[in-house]
């Protein structure tokens, strides 16, 4: 099993029928159904992980544990629920029990920020580049500043499309829940984004 991988996405005619057939092909014995799971879904897990614990090293060995997981429950594997439900439920768990360890380290710093000034070396940025660099850093800021599962339910429905019964499970909570959770982000962000701006605004505040 390598890294995951940087596309992660699935091809049109892939479903979840097909995660499903895979999943059931390597608890026969078939070895590479496995490293296709890996290389549709591993990509996908990265970022949403990397979202919600914020630091690429660690999000990538919680990705690694996700897949050793699925490894280990190979001969156990049930298709009682859709497998990428099934995935996200344990990205989740892991992402949350991460959250709640004691912090020992600063917050990674992306390569984009350890690589910035020789960027804009070669390739000075635009004023709009600069104007959308900052919104997208202020969206995740205050995203990050949100209480965890409401950063999570926000992120599988809004980014990665899972419907809120799929949530619910990943979550172990109830789809009423979820719904709450996902309205009380999504309130959240828009006050801390408009509060943030209001700031940056000379007399905005007032």
């Known amino acids: 099993m390598g890294r995951p991988s940087g596309c992660g996405g699935r091809d049109s005619n892939d ?3 097909d995660d499903v057939a895979l999943m059931l092909a390597f608890s026969n014995g ?43 429950a190979r001969d ?6 859709k497998f990428s439900t099934w995935l996200y439920r344990i990205a989740t768990n892991l992402a949350l029990n991460e959250l709640r360890r004691p912090r020992q380290r600063d917050p990674h710093r992306s390569t984009d920020e350890d690589g910035a000034p020789e960027l804009t070396a070669q390739m000075p940025a635009t004023d709009d580049v600069v104007h959308s660099r900052r919104v ?25 499309g899972l419907s809120y019964a799929e949530v619910a499970l990943a979550l172990e909570v109830t789809e009423k829940a979820v719904k ?16 943030q701006r209001s700031d940056e605004i000379p007399g905005g505040g007032r």
């Open 30 to 72: 078939d070895a590479a159904a496995f490293e296709v799971l890996f290389a549709r879904w591993s990509g996908r897990l990265l970022r949403f992980v990397q979202r919600m614990v914020r630091e690429e090293a660690v999000a990538e060995e919680l990705v690694q544990e996700v897949f050793l997981r699925v490894y280990r």
């Open 180 to 195: 709450a959770l996902v309205h009380r982000a999504r309130s959240s962000l828009a006050g801390r984004l408009q509060a």
């Open 136 to 160: 997208a850093e202020a969206v995740e800021e205050q995203l990050a500043a949100l209480p965890e599962k409401q950063r999570a339910a926000l992120l599988l429905t809004a980014v990665d």
């Open 15 to 17: 479903g979840p029928n």
């Open 76 to 81: 156990r594997y049930s298709p009682d629920a």
